[in-house]
Nanobody, 121 residues
Framework: QVQLVQSGGGLVQAGGSLRLSCAAS????????IGWLRQVPGKEREFLAS????????FYSDAVKGRFVVSRDNAKNMAYLQMNNLKPEDSAVYYC??????????????WGQGTQVTVSS
């Protein structure tokens, strides 16, 4: 079983960039796809992006395609979400999650603790 701990996030101006990190502990990190989702209070959790177990495949929602980049480093048991050209509507709590397949719907068998991202206009 893998456990996920997130870091990064915070406050950024519109048009800026942030990188979120997701550190995995336990066994089998490289067996799982890693995904990133976000949630705004009162709304359902929204899938953003995922990366396959090897890192060779990625999958993005239309909302973030071209702005966000998902990646992983299996040697370091780390996954990342690079967020560029941030908009105020990107403000949310962001979660990393692990699942068996990068296109599983709904995605997320194991979750990180979440981290707040706030984009000011």
């Amino acid at each position: 079983q893998v456990q996920l701990v997130q870091s990064g996030g915070g406050l950024v101006q519109a048009g800026g960039s942030l990188r979120l990190s997701c550190a995995a502990s336990g066994r089998g990190f490289s067996n799982y796809a890693i995904g990133w989702l976000r949630q705004v209070p009162g709304k359902e959790r929204e899938f953003l992006a995922s990366v396959s177990w090897s890192g060779a495949g990625t999958f993005y929602s239309d909302a973030v395609k071209g702005r966000f980049v998902v990646s992983r480093d299996n040697a370091k048991n780390m996954a990342y979400l690079q967020m560029n050209n941030l908009k105020p509507e990107d403000s949310a709590v962001y979660y990393c999650a692990a699942d068996l397949n990068m296109k599983t719907t709904p995605f997320g068998h194991t979750w990180g603790q979440g981290t707040q991202v706030t984009v000011s206009s």
